[in-house]
């Protein structure tokens, strides 16, 4: 088992979305990821940096480009990526050049703010892959370990399957 630091880094998406009224729509706010990890007494040591706060169709090039360059750049080897889920492949497919680096990209079908949402569990298998799993990019989403290169989205059936 590695032991070593991981580093949290999120960009938004429905994981972190916030539902203010029932007049108003979900909006990304600041991230939850923190909370959640203390809520489930995560004992191993991390870091979470807050990057962006976009939800993933909004996202460009110029930040994926600073997402690799934050992953790239940090001491961390061990890495969870919070990410919308409707891009998630586009920005793992970026992130396949970061060598020497186990990167994990989770998300959520349902706000993390919400009690019946799949949030926390992902994130666990996140943070679980990211210890375990050899270099390269993983996506993990609900309940299982995807290669971040051989997977998309079955936006009607609502989950990520194989390639």
Known sequence: ???SPILV????GTIDKHYFDALSEYQITESV??????TARVAHPFRVVELLRKDSLELTEEDRDLIAQTIGAAPETRIVLTH?????TETAQALAGIQDK???LCGALTPARFAE???AFN???AFATAQTAAPGVWITM???VFNGLQVRKDREAGKFVDI
Not at 33 to 38: A, D, F, V, W
Not at 84 to 88: A, E, I, S
Request: glycine letters at 16%; proline letters at 0%; a negative charge.
């Open 102 to 104: 186990t990167i994990v």
């Open 33 to 38: 990821m923190g909370k959640l990890l203390e």
């Open 1 to 3: 088992m590695n032991h």
């Open 9 to 12: 880094v999120t960009t938004g």
């Open 142 to 144: 609900s309940g299982t």
């Open 117 to 119: 949402s799949d949030a």
């Open 123 to 125: 994130l666990g298998m």
């Open 84 to 88: 919308g889920t409707d891009t998630m």
